[in-house]
């Protein structure tokens, strides 16, 4: 998603409309949204897999690492769609858009 972001940055600044026309007619930031999978909600699936079914480990510091950890990288994931879905995927949302309008133009 990065890469088709900044490719769409670079289309968005460059005024070469032939530039334009040969890059924008591809992959779209919306393919990315309905393609793009709900890490989060397996991370939350599998933390209460452990939790409930797993049996009683030997470890007992080592399996609340692991845990700790899972749920932490649960927060990050969080934070890193929200981003997405707040910042990035509008944004370039609205550099495609008026792209479109330039080729129609």
Same mark, same amino acid.
């Given at each position: 998603m990065f890469p088709h972001a900044l490719i769409i940055e670079d289309l968005f600044y460059d005024s070469s !409309?032939?530039?334009v026309k040969n890059e924008s007619s591809g #992959? /779209?930031? !919306? @393919?990315?949204? /309905? @393609?793009? !999978?709900?890490i989060e909600e397996k991370? #939350?699936?599998l933390k209460n897999i452990i939790i409930?079914?797993?049996p009683s480990p030997k470890n007992q510091a080592l399996?609340?690492?692991v845990l700790t950890e899972l749920f932490n990288l649960e927060k990050d994931m969080n934070d890193h769609s929200r981003i997405e879905d707040k910042?990035?995927?509008p944004k370039v949302t609205m550099m495609e858009n008026e792209l479109k309008r330039r080729v129609k133009g």
């Open positions: !409309n032939d530039l #992959y /779209s930031i !919306n @393919e990315y949204r /309905s @393609e793009h !999978n709900d991370l #939350y699936d409930k079914y797993l399996c609340l690492k910042v990035l995927i």
